[in-house]
């Protein structure tokens, strides 16, 4: 890793240097972690306090498995190696981070928005993969832990790195742009999510657009010029920045998808026009009508990193889904949308959209939605509303949230709907043949918040 020296690791993250080892003081680390079960020999380990697990008890392991250096806010007495000793351990790899950022020359794609975030990422990393060598976040890595984790894995092989920034309140997205310092942001949109912490819409866009002040002056916002809150992001906040608008079937985006053909489960086509007047067909492999935004916003990026159209084309074409973000799952018995990683009514909304193309019987099991605040019980109630009004033939409701659902859905007529209080229920009353709630053939979507823990019930499905 350029230039991460221990002597330059304890001067980024001002800590102070005990028990060292001279000669490892000029030697640069091969990796920084913070999972003990990761190090490599010549890596650097960052001991952080957990819920559950304290790193500090690991130092003296990893020294064992021929760890470099530690970070760490308390030295063991009988510490096997040389330690930094800070006083905020997660400060410290914040620092880390955006000194080794400082280190490496690649451009920077930064991902943005309240839905969409992932597989965004996921489409932008596989379209830029088709010319360049790219590192992308892994997972759901996109947070105050994550992103420095996600910063660390760059290396000089890499032209261009794809981050994913995820916030919940305000100030987050500061601390990240100051980590990332991305080249080019995309926005996908600007929607009800964190409303705990963030208020109102308004709010959420203010917490998002912080990442404008830590852009590079020359960067580039590419931003959903469908979605309201986002139109009103103009030259003035942009400052020198240039602004690039995409959309679906509007010739006054600047990258613009048209000709839509739905190929149901199978993904979409349409034809992309860029800003210099060339227009190419493309195809996106991933179901939904709202994923033709998210194709459209990586052509962009395509186009704005200099891939000619063919390239684009290529790399759109390899792009899959993540395990819980619409990956589709084909067994035996059933079809099954696995999008159980999270959720919030935008998503919602679009994934039930997206069931909505399957040609068997439909079938959706929705739970809680979080963090939406005191208009939780509402925005529940609105989904519910939606997802029985969208010819889904089935619905099943699982949680205390659900309930609320569950009530405006029970107003439509044509539907079969159930609720259970929790996911231990539906999972006894699926088990229970005799009821017939699933038929052989079903396509089943699976969608809630992440804590609602719905992985178990793909699982479940999947045998």
């Given at each position: 890793?350029?230039?991460?020296?221990?002597?330059?690791?304890?001067?980024?993250?001002?800590?102070?240097i005990e028990n060292a080892v001279k000669a490892d003081l000029t030697k640069e680390a091969t990796c920084v972690v913070i999972d003990s079960r990761l190090i490599e020999k010549g890596g650097v380990f960052v001991a952080t306090k957990g819920e559950r697990v304290d790193g500090h008890s690991f130092i003296n392991s990893v020294f064992d498995e021929g760890a470099l250096a530690v970070i760490c806010e308390n030295m063991p007495a009988d510490a096997k190696g040389t330690c930094i000793v800070v006083d905020d351990s997660f400060e410290a790899l914040r620092k880390l981070a955006e000194y080794y950022r400082r280190q490496v020359s690649l451009k920077v794609v930064g991902i943005v928005g309240s839905v969409g975030k992932t597989s965004t990422k996921e489409i932008v990393a596989s379209v830029l993969s088709a010319h360049y060598e790219v590192l992308r976040t892994e997972g759901n890595f996109n947070n105050e832990i994550g992103v420095p984790l996600t910063i660390f894995r760059i290396r000089d092989a890499h032209e261009l790195a794809v981050i994913e920034m995820g916030i919940s309140d305000f100030g987050e997205m500061s601390r990240l742009g100051q980590m990332v310092k991305p080249d080019i942001v995309v926005f996908t949109n600007i929607g009800?999510?964190?409303?705990?912490?963030?208020?109102?819409?308004?709010?959420?866009?203010?917490?998002?657009?912080?990442?404008?002040?830590y852009m590079s002056p020359t960067g580039t916002l590419v931003l959903n010029g469908q979605d309201e809150k986002l139109a009103t992001i103009d030259e003035n906040m942009a400052g020198s920045r240039k602004i690039?608008?995409?959309?679906?079937?509007?010739?006054?985006?600047?990258?613009?998808?048209?000709?839509?053909?739905?190929?149901?489960?199978?993904?979409?086509r349409f034809t992309a026009n860029f800003p210099d007047g060339s227009h190419y067909?493309?195809?996106i492999p991933l179901p939904g009508y709202h994923m033709v935004d998210n194709a459209i916003a990586a052509a962009a990026v395509g186009f704005l990193t200099g891939?000619?159209?063919?390239?684009?084309?290529r790399g759109?074409?390899?792009?899959?889904?993540?395990?819980?973000?619409?990956?589709?799952?084909?067994?035996?018995?059933?079809?099954?949308?696995?999008?159980?990683?999270n959720a919030n009514p935008r998503s919602m909304c679009a994934a039930l959209d997206t069931l909505g193309y399957a040609i068997t019987r439909k079938v959706a099991i929705l739970g809680d939605m979080f963090e939406l605040g005191e208009e939780s019980d509402r925005l529940h109630g609105e989904v519910g509303d939606y997802a029985a009004g969208h010819g889904t033939d089935s619905l099943i409701f699982v949680g205390p949230?659900?309930?609320?659902?569950?009530?405006r859905a029970i107003v439509h007529d044509g539907v079969q709907i159930r609720y259970y209080p929790n996911k231990e229920l539906l999972l006894s009353a699926l088990s229970d043949t005799s009821k017939e709630i699933l038929i052989p053939g079903d396509t089943i979507l699976v969608?809630?918040?992440?804590?609602?823990g719905f992985s178990e019930v793909v699982e479940f499905l999947s045998r």
């Open positions: 890793m350029r230039n991460m020296t221990v002597q330059s690791i304890a001067e980024a993250v001002g800590g102070k009800p999510c964190h409303l705990e912490y963030l208020n109102d819409l308004d709010g959420v866009l203010a917490a998002k657009t912080e990442i404008i002040d690039i608008r995409y959309g679906k079937e509007s010739k006054r985006d600047d990258v613009y998808a048209s000709n839509i053909e739905n190929l149901g489960l199978d993904g979409s067909e493309l195809t891939l000619n159209l063919e390239e684009i084309r759109m074409a390899a792009a899959e889904p993540m395990s819980g973000r619409g990956h589709i799952i084909h067994t035996e018995k059933y079809t099954i949308v696995d999008d159980c990683y949230s659900a309930k609320f659902m569950y009530e969608k809630a918040s992440h804590g609602m």
